[in-house]
């Protein structure tokens, strides 16, 4: 091997290919379509009560807003 400066690098390595095969395809397996359609589900779910505590906080915000204070005389 040569690096960018010219230096020779000798390299005595060796890769198992059946073994980096196998792992590089286990390592790109994807999820079940069940399993990603309950992924989806909960992130649904999830984005749905996010939007409901926004709106509610909307809602407290507009009733605090502007503050209103007795007359004190």
């Not at 690096?3 to 792992?23: F, K, R, V, Y």
């Not at 395809?25 to 505590?53: G, Q, T, W, Y």
Request: aromatic residues 6%; proline residues 7%; without cysteine.
């Amino acid at each position: 091997m040569q690096d960018a400066l010219g230096n020779q690098h000798p390299i005595n390595e060796s890769i198992p290919l059946a073994e980096a095969w196998e792992l590089l395809k286990v390592s790109n397996r994807r999820l079940e379509p069940d399993h990603l359609k309950k992924a989806v589900d909960e992130f649904s779910n999830i984005k749905d009560a996010l939007k409901r505590l926004g709106n509610l906080a909307e809602q407290a915000l507009h009733r605090a807003w502007p503050p209103r204070f007795k007359d004190l005389s």
